[in-house]
């Protein structure tokens, strides 16, 4: 088959991943071209959208057979961007990844594959990232692997919709135990939008790094 891979966030995480998800794709004997802008794809049989900022509209679904999506949240429910941070922040640690087939309509196509990845309550955005990254390669070789045995299933229910993060929302309160805020320190970047505070007119950056020998001892 023909499998294209769209990526078109210049600073997303999935950069790391997306070379090794082509060679296990090639490996099964696929041709595979990978996109960085949307405007360049070409004609296949089935085009990948990881970690994109553009909404496809119809002129350029149509170069593909299918149009897939990984989203990490359960749909309908946390449709929209950040659904993994929110989660988080809502104090959960099994978050789900569905794939769906996209359409011109923010999250609300046709489902072929749920599944969770579950976290222990201790790792941090490197962690939790590379968690997610191994979960969507699994799930994208899934449906290569298995879709003329996949039927696709309607969203039902309203669902819920988050809104996109900003570096602002990594502001920490410093009326708040760590304990507190333990799940927004778990999900911030400490590059892209680190946690910060601010006291008497001045902010202040702050960085989390989990002990290496804690990590050791665990193991």
């Not at 499998?3 to 595979?32: A, C």
């Not at 149509?62 to 989660?87: C, D, Q």
């Not at 009326?175 to 778990?186: A, G, P, S, V």
């Not at 505070?197 to 290496?212: A, Q």
């Amino acid at each position: 088959m023909n499998i294209n891979i769209l990526l078109d966030t210049p600073d997303s995480f999935m950069h790391e991943y997306v070379h090794d998800l082509i060679e296990k794709l090639k490996e099964r004997g696929h041709e595979v071209c990978f996109f960085e802008d949307y405007r360049k794809i070409k004609n296949g049989d089935m085009l990948f959208l990881l970690a994109c900022k553009t909404i496809l509209r119809k002129e350029h679904l149509s170069l593909n057979t299918n149009n897939l999506v990984i989203h990490p949240s359960k749909l309908p429910e946390g449709r929209g961007s950040g659904a993994l941070v929110w989660k988080l922040l809502e104090g959960e640690n099994k978050i789900y990844l569905t794939l769906f087939e996209a359409n011109e309509k923010i999250d609300r196509g046709n489902i072929y594959l749920q599944e969770p990845i579950e976290f222990m309550g201790h790792e941090l955005s490197d962690e939790i990232r590379h968690k997610q990254a191994i979960k969507t390669m699994e799930l994208v070789l899934k449906y290569v692997d298995h879709h003329n045995n996949l039927k696709p299933q309607k969203q039902q229910g309203k669902g819920s919709f988050y809104r996109k993060r900003t570096p602002e929302d990594s502001e920490l309160d410093i009326d708040k135990t760590i304990r507190e805020q333990f799940n927004l320190l778990r999900a911030v970047d400490n590059n892209r939008y680190p946690a910060f505070f601010r006291l008497n007119d001045h902010k202040y950056t702050v960085k989390i790094f989990r002990d290496e020998k804690s990590q050791d001892d665990e193991n």
